[in-house]
């Protein structure tokens, strides 16, 4: 079954830019999607369509494609940004859904 | 404002059924994908399935295929989950999501609040 892999985990200091990394063999042909999601509460997504930023999400959040891996960078962390993050995608038909392991930002 | 609005949480035993419920408003209903989110106590996110409320056309993920049932009544404008046998691996957030889907789109644009399953004896 296709996966998509992310690091577990990623640390970076307020202000600083954190980047998260998500790999997949199907992502040259499906678009990426990134969600934020912090303790208790559902997930929100923060990039869709590998780099377009939903209305609402704060600027410091951008994301990018280079062929089977893509993106999220956040600059200028804040202490709210501290969440899971997980990458999403689909199969190269489109037809199932995926989603990474999932990556734990710790701001220090 | 799109809301989906989830059913309240569940405490069941295992082999009993249950069905929990996502009532989408504030969009046509029938013009989207419903799909179903899983993710067990300190896990990741898991991809159930999907329905599309206007032909009741589903799809399931090989993983869940034969474990539960996906449906809706548009009449209503409400989407359900559901399981004929529970087990205590079935104690988990169920999320309800709306899909935006095309062939080269497919991700999740608005969340429900999350429905609390646990199953325990």
């Known amino acids: 079954s296709y996966e998509l892999t992310q690091p577990p985990s990623v640390s970076v200091s307020p202000g600083q830019t954190a980047r998260i990394t998500c790999s997949g063999d199907a992502l040259p042909k499906q678009y990426a999607y990134w969600y934020q999601q912090k303790p208790g509460q559902a997930p929100v997504v923060v990039i869709y369509?590998?780099?377009e930023r939903p209305s609402g999400i704060p600027e410091r959040f951008s994301g990018s494609s280079s062929g089977t891996t893509v993106t999220l960078t956040i600059s200028g962390v804040q202490a709210e940004d501290e969440a899971e993050y997980y990458c999403q995608s689909a199969d190269s038909s489109g037809t199932y859904v995926v989603f990474g392991g999932g990556t734990k930002l710790t701001v220090l | 404002e799109v809301q989906l609005v989830q059913s309240g949480a569940e405490v069941k035993k295992p082999g009993e059924s249950l069905k929990i419920s996502c009532k989408g408003s504030g969009y046509s209903f029938t013009s989207y994908w419903i799909g179903w989110v899983r993710q067990m106590p300190g896990k990741g996110l898991e991809w159930m399935g999907i329905i599309y409320p206007g032909d009741s056309d589903t799809r399931y993920s090989p993983s869940f295929q034969g474990q539960v049932t996906i449906s809706a009544d548009r009449s209503i404008s409400t989407a359900y989950l559901q399981w004929s046998s529970l087990k205590a691996s079935d104690t988990a957030m169920y999320y309800c999501?709306?899909?935006?889907?095309?062939?080269?789109?497919?991700?999740?644009?608005?969340w429900g609040q999350g429905t609390l399953v646990t199953v325990s004896s």
């Open positions: 369509k590998d780099s």
């Open positions: 999501v709306r899909h935006v889907k095309t062939t080269v789109v497919n991700y999740f644009d608005y």
